[in-house]
């Protein structure tokens, strides 16, 4: 079968192709569009598709519109309950209404499709299955879903059996952990749906001083599900404004929040568990790209292993909506080749548009190691390489790189993009060393765990050292990513670290680079020192005479 997947009714519009059980593209509808997160997620932008991302898959593949066999659509209207609490009263009409025309829609956008093939898959089930049946071994295991809410749930926890699902438990909405982790997010002055990772990295500078309090508003049930109840968020700390200054009681709020987060979701995994007794949980919707609370769940969970949708919100139900109408089509699954599924140019593409940009450029002989000599001088370098990610992270394929071994890059690489000075920057490291340096689980290439790095390590590489002494990072495996492995041993030939600093190439409010243009205009307007991309390298020595 070739199916469509579309992502559309929420936030992070997003389309992905599955032919013959094989994934061919995904991308997010924010890189064609550059608008971060492709749409805000209000009812009323519930039309909004993916069209340039569903036009782009179909290209990739050299499919017509007709040509396909479903289209999947992770949303099911026919689920919605009319007047459930935890729904916009004065909207909610209104998104299921555009959710049911959406075959229509869809037809609109790319002629010549047949609306009669659009599927409406369950959004929790499209998360559950981006996660089971994308994973290495797709076809059995445990699968947790926790998101701010789909129809009418928040959570789904479940078990596969040879690609089959079996739906265990699920929470009703108002209850919800991810619109609980929002209403802070907006309390504390960023914005929901979108800042949430702010708020993990804020934790880190405070004490969980309010967690008795919050026991007693947010608990799981004993049946696989939980409650939250309203919280008064001012009654512990005062709300913070967007360009205020976060305070003690800003961070101890974050920090009390997440160990709470972090609570429920063993007694969930442990609930899960002690019906299957599985030995492997998979996880999706947006509470898993938590990655503080991932490497909890490892460390303390039940669960001998864990693997997390690299595109874990809602981005990633275009694929598991895909998937699941494929497998149930019949179509044997293959896992998920990588996150490095969207758009890539040729050298002769790129070329041209550096020609077009009438920039000085080169070939280098050996462009790793002219990048290991930059990085090696405390330069910063823009990579521009492969495929683009899908997903928040950047891979490898569209990131920033710096040398760890200096400090004071955190707030130059925080000055360069824009951001908030508490927040951390990541290092990406080979596979053959990262137990050296980091306990936490390994392998981890999709950067959706934390890790403790060695004491003897963390004097060597402040640059990526959280607050907490952890830092979230990225393993290379030369099989996977052979230019960037060449790239970090040039590295370490240089200076003994087998490790670099690796942040996404966007800054500030700003999708990530995803085409050339983007990278240029990335590079012309940041003060990144060096662009490689491709084969060819842009210096700003050269472009800007000094």
Not at 45 to 57: D, I, M, V, Y
Not at 300 to 326: F, K, M, N, R, S
Not at 460 to 465: L, N, Q, S, T, W
């Amino acid at each position: 079968m070739r199916v469509l997947g579309i992502n559309a009714i929420f936030h992070d519009p997003a389309a992905a192709l599955v032919s013959d059980g094989v994934v061919v593209a995904a991308a997010e509808e924010e890189r064609f569009s550059r608008r971060k997160h492709g749409k805000r997620p209000v009812p009323f932008s519930g039309w909004e598709l993916p069209e340039k991302a569903a036009r782009w898959c179909l290209d990739e593949a050299g499919l017509e519109p007709g040509a396909l066999d479903a289209v999947a659509y992770s949303y099911d209207p026919s689920l919605v309950e009319p007047g459930l609490d935890g729904h916009d009263v004065q909207w909610e009409r209104l998104r299921t209404l555009y959710a049911q025309r959406a075959p229509n829609f869809l037809a609109t956008a790319l002629p010549g499709l047949d609306p009669g093939i659009v599927r409406f898959v369950p959004h929790h089930v499209a998360h559950a299955a981006s996660a089971a049946l994308a994973a290495p071994g797709p076809g059995d295991g445990d699968v947790l879903v926790l998101d701010g809410r789909g129809e009418s749930h928040s959570h789904l926890a479940g078990t596969y059996e040879h690609g089959e699902l079996t739906p265990l438990a699920a929470q009703r909405l108002p209850h919800s952990l991810g619109l609980t982790y929002e209403d802070l997010t907006e309390h504390l002055g960023f914005l929901r749906s979108s800042d949430e990772y702010k708020v993990m990295a804020l934790a880190s500078y405070g004490e969980p001083r309010f967690l008795d309090e919050l026991r007693e508003h947010i608990r799981a049930t004993g049946d696989g599900g939980f409650a939250t109840d309203p919280v008064d968020w001012g009654a512990l700390a005062k709300a913070r404004a967007p360009d205020g200054e976060w305070t003690r009681d800003h961070a101890d709020l974050a920090a009390s929040v997440q160990a709470r987060l972090e609570e429920v979701l063993l007694d969930l995994a442990a609930w899960l568990h002690g019906r299957t007794g599985g030995r492997r949980l998979t996880l999706a919707g947006g509470v898993a790209l938590n990655c503080v609370a991932n490497s909890r769940l490892a460390e303390a969970g039940p669960y001998d292993e864990i693997w997390v949708q690299p595109a874990a919100g809602d981005a990633g139900t275009a694929l598991g909506a895909a998937l699941h109408v494929a497998r149930s089509g019949g179509d044997p699954l293959a896992a998920m080749p990588g996150a490095d599924l969207g758009r890539s140019w040729d050298d002769a593409q790129i070329a041209a548009r550096l020609d077009t940009a009438k920039i000085p450029y080169e070939r280098p002989d050996d462009l790793a190691a002219t990048v290991a000599d930059a990085l090696a001088r405390d330069e910063i370098v823009a990579w521009f390489q492969g495929r683009s990610e899908f997903g928040p992270r950047a891979l490898g394929h569209r990131s920033l790189l710096a040398h760890p071994g200096h400090a004071h890059n955190v707030e130059r690489l925080n000055d360069v993009k824009g951001r908030e000075q508490f927040r951390p920057i990541a290092p990406m490291v080979a596979l053959d060393h990262a137990s050296e340096m980091f306990e936490g689980p390994l392998p981890s290439p999709y950067m959706l765990f934390v890790h403790r790095v060695k004491p003897e390590w963390r004097e060597r590489i402040p640059a990526v050292v959280h607050v907490d002494g952890t830092a979230r990072i990225q393993t290379v495996d030369p099989g996977g990513e052979p230019l960037v492995a060449r790239l970090l041993e040039e590295f370490r030939r240089r200076t003994g670290l087998p490790v670099v600093v690796n942040t996404s190439l966007n800054t500030a409010g700003r999708p990530m680079v995803d085409d050339p243009r983007d990278a240029l205009e990335c590079f012309g307007s940041a003060p990144v020192d060096l662009l490689a991309i491709g084969p060819y390298v842009v210096r700003r020595r050269e472009v800007h005479g000094r």
